[in-house]
């Protein structure tokens, strides 16, 4: 029986899994799956096939705000300072707490015998992200409450995340429109397991001087809490039915359904400059089974029960008491629903200037170009160049620039070094490896490496890493 | 000279895959203290001197019993580590008054009084705060147990004056302040 304890694991591998940037795969033209970043890559491949459940693993957790390092480090400092100095007053609303994974259960490309101009890609993926802000003010409510705190305002919009793990089924196809231009589109059907969302909270808590007592508590809020696919995996775990078959059900078009799409370019400048761009999952997902939302929307100012002569006289046996909780549930009414709801999917963009330098490898030239990749591209023992990474995120657009460094030696080994600037670290320094054993394919990546120098103080890790079959060419 | 390709793959995967992690010490959650310290009025209590005036009992013009739950909910009487009660009593009638409140269990039993004295027409408020739990001589089962809030208003003066002020009134308020011990 899977126990609760995988359901905790299951929220943490998604709240520590989020929408990866994947620098040091995008336009990797040696790795099968960076296709998947962009279908409209230039790519020299005839044929690949992912060996299922190993030929795309990718994970990356981040922490904008604090490092386990800075709460834990053995450093004789006592830890509730440390949560006060570091988290409760030295993070910020906008911090983040987030990550993703993603298993690729399996991914197959192949060049069109009739057109070697297309290349076709299918496959499933599972994915898991989820993203937390700091959630400050509620942090200070309850690790200080509200005393001494007199007209203080806990912001109720702190609260704000969200989250889903869902299977995606896709269809890519990738042409060649010139000699300069290379373009590529992919559907994509999403099948929801399980969505959480509480992105768009607002009101606040505030204690203030009464106006007939000492004090008067003002709740205002407007708080929703929209879930699917949750309630089935509780209910699953409780009774012990199954949490596993539930997932698969869910993650094969058993659940909620949307659609979604990628698109993308590769256009060659010059002999030796390409450019490069994509959008990846434009589109969404409809929620509408296993729906619970819980709300509370109202506002209310208390001074506690309230006993006012000669008034109260009418009735002096009334419950004041029950009267005051009366009131406050009809001002804020805590309600749950079961309206379906629809969910964005965290739509990425990639964009890229190359610089290829280099003698060409001339198994790559002599290659069928028609068929792969142009004379002018593929090929280049040296690659330099920058690229940009723009995510949409409840709280806005995220962005991360990268420059990027790439060696290949003929078709066995490519090397790709990267240096990232985002909201997590200015450090960030990656490194990724693809090695072609015959038809074998292998890649691995890992990124933030200083950070692997004390894993514990990172505030960001990630890597990938895949086999694959494969062949080049014309098949 | 021929490069040794996989040299480089051995290289990169020791540099991912051998990391450091300087020593943590995850025991220290036990060590974590999260004691918030929450405050909000209780009971608000208003009367005017025509009221005090019409009910000439000598015992009191007013007493009465009043539900109040907020100290029995679980996860208060549960947590409560320490705290207190403030009373303000506030006069602006012609005759001096004695409210006297009771904090009072299931069984209709006293557990706690406090007594607060008041001039006529004061000018200051009668400000009281009872001590609960901690080092206060006040147990804290006393909130515990407390389900209900007993009342009661003494006329010390007469019962046909009428006060120069605008609007008298006699006035009781109270808040509570609690730490409570969330771990």
């Known amino acids: ?475 | 000279m021929k490069i040794p390709h996989y040299l480089f793959s051995v290289l990169f995967l020791c540099l991912t895959l051998v990391s450091c992690i300087e020593e943590q010490d995850f025991g220290q959650t036990d060590d974590i203290v999260i004691e918030p310290t929450f405050q909000a009025s209780i009971f608000y209590f208003e009367t005017t001197e025509d009221v005090i005036n019409s009910n000439p009992d000598p015992t009191g013009f007013y007493t009465n019993d009043f539900n109040f739950e907020a100290f029995r909910a679980e996860y208060f009487s549960d947590k409560v580590i320490e705290g207190s009660i403030f009373y303000q009593l506030e006069n602006t009638t012609s005759k001096p008054v004695i409210v006297t409140i009771e904090l009072i269990d299931d069984g209709g039993n006293v557990l706690d009084t406090t007594t607060l004295n008041i001039g006529a027409e004061a000018v200051n408020t009668t400000d009281v705060e009872v001590f609960y739990g901690g080092t206060s001589a006040r147990s804290l089962d006393i909130i515990r147990n407390t389900s209900a809030l007993r009342l009661s208003a003494q006329n010390l003066g007469d019962d046909t004056s009428i006060s120069s002020q605008a609007n008298p009134k006699l006035i009781f308020r109270s808040s509570a302040n609690f730490k409570i011990s969330v771990r």
Not at chain 1, 267 to 286: E, H, K, P, V
Not at chain 1, 300 to 314: K, S
């Open chain 1, 1 to 475: 029986m899977i126990n609760r304890y995988f359901i905790v694991l299951l929220f943490v591998c998604t709240f520590l899994g989020y929408a990866q940037n994947k620098q040091l795969m995008y336009d990797f033209k040696e790795v099968p799956q960076a296709i998947l970043l962009n279908p409209g890559m230039e790519t020299g491949l005839g044929m690949y096939v992912g060996v299922p459940l190993l030929s795309g693993i990718s994970f990356q957790a981040g922490s904008s705000g604090a490092s386990v390092n800075d709460f834990f480090a053995n450093d004789g400092l006592d830890i509730n300072d440390k949560i006060r100095e570091r988290a409760l007053y030295g993070m910020k609303p906008s911090d983040e707490l987030s990550g993703s994974f993603q298993v690729e259960i399996l991914n197959v490309g192949f060049r069109s015998k009739k057109n070697p101009d297309n290349f076709y890609s299918f496959g499933i993926y599972t994915e898991g992200d989820a993203i937390g802000y700091w959630f400050k003010d509620y942090a200070i409510l309850g690790f200080e409450g509200n005393a001494n705190r007199l007209n203080q305002r806990f912001n109720l919009s702190h609260l704000n995340t969200r989250g889903e793990m869902v299977n995606v089924f896709h269809f890519g196809i990738n042409k060649r429109i010139d000699r300069k231009l290379i373009v590529g589109a992919r559907a994509k059907l999403y099948s929801s397991i399980f969505s959480f969302r509480s992105t768009k909270n607002k009101g606040y808590f505030v204690t203030t001087p009464g106006e007939n007592n000492l004090l008067a508590s003002t709740l205002v809020a407007d708080m929703e809490l929209q879930t699917s696919g949750l309630n089935s995996i509780k209910d699953a775990n409780d009774d012990g039915t199954g949490v596993g078959s539930l997932l698969a059900k869910r993650g094969m078009l058993g659940g909620d359904l949307g659609v979604g799409v990628d698109v993308g370019f590769t256009y060659q400048l010059n002999r030796n400059t390409t450019i490069t761009g994509s959008i990846l999952d434009l589109g969404f997902i409809s929620h509408s089974k296993d729906v619970k939302n819980y709300t509370l929307k109202g506002q209310a100012t208390i001074e506690g029960v309230q006993v006012i002569l000669p008034d109260a006289l009418v009735d002096p046996s009334q419950d004041f008491w029950q009267n005051l909780i009366d009131d406050v549930d009809v001002l804020i009414p805590y309600e749950e629903n079961n309206k379906s709801y629809i969910t964005f999917r965290p739509t990425k963009l990639y964009g890229s200037i190359r610089y290829n330098f280099g003698e060409q490898n001339r198994s790559m030239r002599d290659c069928d170009c028609k068929a792969g990749g142009s004379k002018g591209s593929l090929g280049f023992p040296n690659a330099v160049g920058g690229q940009l990474y723009v995510i949409n995120r409840p709280r806005g657009p995220q962005t991360a620039v990268t420059a990027f460094y790439q060696r290949n030696f003929g078709k066995t080994l490519s090397l790709k070094t990267t240096y990232t600037v985002d909201k997590f670290s200015a450090t960030n320094v990656g490194l990724g490896a693809n090695l072609n054993i015959g038809p074998v394919n292998i890649y691995a990546m890992a990124d933030n490496l200083i950070g692997y120098k004390n894993l514990a103080a990172s505030q960001y890790a990630s890597f990938q890493l895949g086999i694959n079959v494969i062949s080049w060419g014309k098949n």
